[in-house]
């Protein structure tokens, strides 16, 4: 019996295309309550990214798994080691690399060049405020995005061995503490609400939704996921344009 669902936001939640939730997905949600079934986010965005959607959630896996709350209660807070931070910010320094960082409760830009601005038009969301990059050093930060080829991630991982790079955008990766992940904020998730691993279901298309999609119950992957996603999946959908979570939904609630 499916107790919790668990969903991705972008190229999920909300189409690249339209940059909204569809109407397919707000009927998906109703199902879903009506059968007494818990909702919950899991992003890689932080809380300030989040946008208003027309769908109710208990709780927020952030900064993927770095950061877990319910409106009460923060349930899991594992930042980036400062001697990490320190190795990125003066490789990207060095580098003149565009780099956000985000915090608890905001974030900030170093560096803006245009792949930044690309990225933020992309997402649509409005450009954080611009700092020098060593102010950066004082804060405690949950999730990088480092604007950066993949040709650079495996250097980049050998700086920073207590963090991991979950990349799912060709233009940039995330770098998240090594321990953290969307599995460990369900998993801190369902030990507060009393849900079983067995009872949940997840929803993702990127590379950084694979630990989540192989920890649920049962884990979708997205119409519009890469083949190296919907092969950790136990089920493929429709894409996000396609209806992708109403069909889903509908199937597995007769």
Do not use: W
């Given at each position: 019996m499916i107790k919790a669902a668990f969903f991705d936001i972008d190229g999920t939640l909300l189409s690249f295309k339209t940059h909204r939730v569809s109407d397919g997905t707000v009927r998906a949600f109703d199902t879903l309550h009506r059968h007494g079934v818990h909702t919950f986010i899991s992003s890689g965005r932080p809380m300030v990214l989040i946008p208003p959607m027309p769908i109710c959630f208990e709780a927020h896996i952030t900064m993927n798994g770095g950061y877990v709350f319910t409106p009460d209660k923060v349930?899991?807070?594992?930042?980036?080691p400062s001697a990490d931070l320190e190795a990125w910010l003066d490789f990207a320094k060095q580098r003149n690399l565009c780099t956000m960082i985000f915090t608890a409760d905001g974030m900030m830009l170093a560096q803006p060049n245009e792949m930044g601005l690309k990225l933020r038009d992309q997402l649509e969301f409005t450009m954080p405020p611009v700092v020098d990059i060593d102010d950066m050093r004082r804060h405690?930060?949950?999730?990088?995005?480092?604007?950066?080829?993949?040709?650079?991630?495996?250097?980049?991982?050998?700086?920073l061995p207590h963090c991991r790079l979950p990349r799912w955008h060709p233009a940039f990766t995330?770098?998240?503490?090594?321990?953290?992940?969307?599995?460990?904020?369900?998993?801190?998730?369902?030990?507060?609400?009393?849900?079983?691993?067995?009872?949940?279901?997840?929803?993702?298309d990127g590379a950084n939704d694979i630990e989540m999609l192989q920890w649920a119950g049962i884990g979708v992957a997205m119409g519009n996921a890469e083949q190296g996603v919907k092969d950790q999946a136990d089920l493929v959908t429709r894409s996000v344009d396609e209806e992708g979570i109403e069909y889903t939904i509908n199937q597995l609630f007769q």
């Open positions: 349930l899991l807070s594992n930042p980036i405690e930060v949950y999730q990088i995005i480092a604007l950066m080829p993949a040709n650079l991630d495996s250097h980049v991982a050998s700086l995330d770098v998240v503490a090594a321990d953290n992940s969307k599995a460990c904020g369900m998993e801190a998730i369902c030990r507060h609400f009393g849900i079983c691993q067995d009872e949940t279901l997840a929803f993702g």
